[in-house]
């Protein structure tokens, strides 16, 4: 190699190997290490590099050209897969393949570090790799990952051709590329959740900003988890236990049950149980957020637990804001699924007050029933009695059902009808024949338990009513003590 060529084969070199420091270094920053430790991090490595470079030069005369090429063919493969691999895990093992990945990369690099002796004598060219790293750390990871891989196929490219190597050397080198190119745009897991992957455990697989939230979906083996905002929404795990309760524990009630609404309800779930009865005639849905409702439609992670539950023929959309359609609207329907989130704020607190249960009112018929989510009666046992109080302040009678999920912990329901008194509508609830469908969890048994509290839980004072002029579930809900789940 001409001289002109070794320096700037070797500044290049440097620069490339600061640019993969900065990017496997950054992998302890984003599975939940403090930024402290990463410059640590990079200053040991460089200071390894440098050190090993020394000492190798001692009993290496001389590095042949196969050598240098295999070695920057390896800073390839290392980028690519390195955080491929580490990424497939849970952080515990992040820490270990991490660091056993930038010992191997202190290897390669050190050797291609000893391109001339001056890549350990000259000050300029410890600069380069210097300079590769902090472009490297002002970058994004996601950019470095690239810009490696490209940077390097340049230099292996500039390398072959500004050289007399035979064709059977280039040819074999190239093919080595391409196949290593093929190979990872086959079976690579896209990185392009690193940004969240800090504040979950599991892997994060898919991300994305509904209509009002962050949406985000982790995977363990091969159960996915349903974050929004950062709190746990949903599980594949155990799904059934939310959804079979709050559906078959009403279905067998009225007594007839054609038209069905569904307020909220976006991951379809809740909709995929009702569709087990035959004779349902219709299933209007009216989402909360329709961002996450199109998700719970098209999106493999939720067409695979819904079972296309939103293609259903019998399903309708209805694409208009669910006040403005419960508030001008007159349809009535003989069972109502209320599936909203939980009162955090203030403004979903206005699912839960006495003004949007007169609206729903007007929409049941006499004979039909309701059925609300009402959160947690352990973690959040005023706000779910307040519910109760203000359901039963618009003519409802009411029945309190909950059951234990493993993944949010206990959760309840109100079953709520017009006619049936709260003794019937648990008589109704419990008979011989009110499972007439396949399930997974809900049985006679079940059906039992679930509208048993044991010994009244209900506090001794009396509570207020949630309006909208005096709004109070949210309140409570915020006092709950979320901490024990």
């Known amino acids: 190699m001409k001289n002109k060529n070794h320096i700037f084969f070797t500044l290049f070199i440097n620069f490339l190997g600061g640019l993969a420091v900065a990017l496997m270094s950054a992998l302890l920053i984003y599975f939940k290490q403090k930024a402290i ?7 040991l490595t460089v200071i390894s590099l440098y050190s090993v470079g020394y000492f190798m030069s001692k009993w290496i005369k001389n590095i042949s050209d196969i050598l240098k ?13 390195g955080p491929q691999f580490i990424y497939q895990f849970r952080p515990y093992t992040f820490y270990f393949s991490g660091f056993a990945i930038l010992c191997i990369l202190i290897l390669i690099i050190s050797t291609l570090l000893l391109s001339t002796k001056q890549s350990i004598q000259k000050p300029w060219i410890l600069s380069a790799f210097l300079i ?12 470095v990952y690239y810009l490696i891989i490209g940077l390097s196929v340049i230099c292996i490219g500039y390398y072959l051709f500004a050289n007399q190597l035979n064709l059977i050397y280039k040819s074999t080198v190239l093919t080595t590329v391409i196949l290593s190119v093929v190979v990872f745009w086959s079976f690579s897991t896209p990185m392009l959740f690193f940004d969240d992957q800090p504040t979950y455990e599991d892997k994060v697989v898919f991300n994305a900003k509904t209509q009002y939230h962050d949406l985000v979906i982790t995977q363990w083996h091969h159960d996915y988890w349903y974050f929004i905002d950062q709190l746990k929404n949903l599980s594949s795990i155990d799904e059934y236990l939310y959804y079979e309760p709050m559906v078959h524990s009403v279905f067998e009630i009225p007594s007839k049950s054609g038209d069905v609404l569904v307020l909220g309800g976006e991951n379809g779930c809740l909709i995929r149980e009702v569709l087990k009865y035959d004779h349902i005639n219709r299933v209007d849905v009216i989402s909360y957020d329709t961002l996450l409702r199109n998700l719970g439609m098209e999106n493999p992670y939720f067409t695979q637990i819904n079972l296309n539950a939103f293609k259903n023929e019998k399903v309708h959309i209805i694409h208009e804001d669910l006040l403005q359609f ?24 206005q699912y839960y007050t006495r003004e949007f249960y007169q609206l ?11 059925i609300t989510q009402a959160g947690s009666p352990y973690f959040a046992t005023e706000a779910f009695f307040v519910i109760g109080n203000t359901i039963q302040s618009v003519g409802f009678n009411t029945l309190a059902i909950h059951n234990q999920i493993l993944t949010l912990g206990e959760w309840g329901w109100y079953i709520c ?27 006679q048994d079940a059906a039992r338990l679930i509208s048993s509290f044991g010994k009244s839980t209900e506090p001794a004072q009396e509570f207020s009513i949630n309006t909208l002029e005096n709004p109070l579930v949210y309140k409570y809900y915020l006092k709950g003590n979320w901490d024990l789940n």
Not at 132 to 143: D, F, H, Q, R, W
Request: glycine share 4%.
């Open 132 to 143: 590769g790293y902090g472009i490297g750390y002002l970058l994004s990871a996601n950019v």
């Open 37 to 43: 430790l990463h410059h640590v991090i990079v200053l």
């Open 69 to 81: 090429i295999l070695s920057l063919l390896s800073i390839i493969l290392l980028c690519w897969l």
């Open 417 to 443: 009808s017009k006619e049936l008194s709260e003794e019937k509508l648990k008589e109704r609830l419990q008979s011989p024949n009110a499972i007439s469908v396949q399930t997974r969890w809900y049985n």
């Open 326 to 349: 419960i508030s001008a609207k007159e349809q009535k329907y003989d069972l109502i699924f209320i599936d909203l989130p939980d009162p955090r704020s203030l403004e979903s607190n």
């Open 360 to 370: 729903i009112n007007k929409h049941l018929n006499d004979q039909g029933v309701m």
